[in-house]
Structure formats: C-alpha cells, structure tokens
C-alpha cells in the first residue's frame, strides 16, 4: 500500500437508482437510492469503487462528489494510510478505498482476497430483507421469498413486533430470521423482547437501542445475541461496544471503506464478538469488497442490489438465496 509513484486522476459522479416498490424502515420509506461512483486511474488501470451516502447521519451524494473532489486537489498520490489519516470515515472515503483497492487489484494482477489478504471467496447464504408493515403484509412477503431465500431480515419498530416476528414466522416457518430494531427499542424490556422472540427462532438482533444509548443494554439477559450496527462505525468502538454486544455488523459505508472495515473485523474478534457484514441499498459494484469481508462473517447481509429495480451487469450473482462473484470477476 505505497503511495503510486505515478499522479493519480480521480473522478466521482453520483447516480440515482429506483427501489423495487418501496424499502421501509423504522425511519421511513425510500423509492429509490442515491449514490457515489469514484474512479481512480494511473493512466494504465483503473479502479471504481461505488458507495451509498449515510442519509442518517447528514451526507449526501452531492456533499460526498464534493468531499472526493477536495481531496483529489489536495492529494496526487496517495495510499489507503493517507485515505484513513486525512479523510473522515464515510461513504467518501469508502468509495475512494474500494477503488483504490480495485487499483491496485488492477496493477498487481491479483484477485482482492489475496490483495488484502482475506480468504478466498466461497458462495455466501445472504439475508433477505423484509420490509417494515402491517403483519399480514409481511407474512405474505416473506412467504414469497422463503421460495428462494433460506434467511429473512425483518425490519421492526418497537411496536407490534411480536406480531410482524410471528407472521413472518408462519409465513416462512423453515427460514433463519434475523431482527433488526433500528434503535427503536429504548423503552422497552429488551430482555422480555428477546425471549418472546426467541420462540420463533430468531438467531440475531441488531441494534435494538439507539447510537449513544448502549448501556441500556447493561446487565440485559437476552438468549438472542445482540449486535451493534449504527453504534459501531469503526475499530476504535469495539473496546467501547464489547461489555454491551455480542456481535457487530460492518458496513463499508459506515466504516470508511475496506480498509477501516478490515480492522473492525480484527478487533471485534480479538474481543470475542462475532461479526456481521452488511450494507446499504446499493448496486453490486458496491457489494463486492463487502462480499471479500463477508467471508470472516457469522451473518452476511448483502442484498442491496436484489431491493433495487435493476442491478449493475457482472459484479455478482445471487442465486437461491446466496451470493457468489459472477464469472469475469472471480
């Protein structure tokens, strides 16, 4: 990860992609999703990179092209270090580091996993999200995807949970189910919640209180694991996270990139905590550094580009319920 010896030309656009129907959370619903396409070029090879902008948190697709076009007047050659020493972590830097990644992919005539030294990618089981709504609406969708899904991520709100997590159950009664509470549990028992929900088979619950609010969950006895997602943006909040967890879900684009997501993974194991890799709404071009990461995980939630209403061509291929590279890209 030296500095090219070589100035490097970057450029960053921002593309609008339409959702299948609608994506709805505890936060709101999303027709379509907004992102960032960076390319790095040596005048040989060149690497793309694409990240999703962390509405949540205030970024946009615009502010993002513009953080890229700032650093790029300020920085000629530049490496992951640089990225992570003079960048905020974010959907900017994320894109940038997974182009700069491809780069140097694209100069070593190496595959990712053996650029970055993550194991050689295998097929993955991925979940499949299940948006937030009434309880009947739910069952019937999850009952369509258990066809081809053998995993189900509900989305929940801290009320009529039990209801949506018992639908979706009949709906889909063989499925592993995953919860995801979108910190919108802060007033209720999270110990009974977790048990009522644990006669349905649910293996994970993410971030069940708000960002912030974490030593709620002291104490908390809960027979599902808990994990930490909009709580956890980078390696420094693991030491922080760990008395609170038992697993964290990684994303690129809150993390700042691979690189920053890599040293999650390393800290989060070294403190006995299992790992997640999700993402974004987002096209596959994004999903494939995730999906390098992924290979360490417990839980992979990767399907971003399945809610869209068209995907990018050659990046990945999901089949029944897993995910693989495509063909070019193996």
């Keep these: 990860m030296s500095p090219s010896a070589s100035p490097l030309t970057i450029s960053a656009t ?14 709101g619903a999303k027709s379509h999703v907004d992102v960032i396409v960076c390319r790095i070029s040596d005048g040989t090879h060149e690497g793309i990179g694409e990240a999703t902008p962390i509405y949540y948190e205030g970024e946009t697709a615009e502010n993002c ?18 990225l992570l020493d003079h960048m905020s972590r974010g959907a900017a830097r994320n894109a940038l580091d997974c182009a700069l990644w491809e780069l140097d992919c694209q100069q070593s005539g190496r595959p990712l996993w053996q650029q970055t030294g993550l194991s050689e990618p295998r097929p993955l089981t991925s979940a499949f999200t299940i948006s937030l709504s009434d309880p009947a609406k739910m069952e019937t969708d999850a009952r369509a995807a258990a066809d081809t899904h053998s995993m189900l991520k509900l989305k929940l709100s801290g ?11 009949r709906g889909a009664p063989d499925a592993r189910l995953i919860v995801d509470a979108n910190e919108s549990w802060n007033n209720l028992d999270i110990a009974e919640e977790a048990a009522t929900l644990s006669q349905w088979g649910v293996e994970l619950i993410e971030q069940p209180v708000s960002a912030g609010r974490d030593e709620l969950l002291a104490d908390v006895g809960s027979p599902i694991p808990l994990c930490a997602d909009e709580s956890c943006h980078t390696s420094a909040d693991i030491a922080r996270l760990a008395p609170y967890y038992q697993a964290v879900n990684i994303k690129l684009d809150k993390a700042g990139g691979l690189t920053e997501s890599i040293k999650i993974a390393d800290a989060a194991e070294q403190a006995g905590l299992k790992l997640m890799v999700g993402c974004m709404l987002s096209t596959s ?31 990945m291929h999901f089949a029944n319920g897993q995910i693989m590279l495509s063909g070019e890209n193996r």
């Design 14 to 27: 921002a593309e609008r992609w339409p959702v299948n129907g609608s994506f709805i959370i505890s936060r």
């Design 65 to 82: 092209v513009t953080a890229i076009e700032a650093f790029a007047r300020a920085h000629e050659t530049f490496n992951q270090q640089t």
């Design 159 to 169: 009320s009529d949970d039990h209801a949506r997590v018992a639908a979706v159950h």
């Design 285 to 315: 071009l994004a999903i494939r550094p995730a999906f390098a990461l992924a290979q360490r995980a417990q839980w992979v939630d990767l399907d971003g580009p399945l809610l869209l209403a068209k995907d990018r061509q050659d990046s």
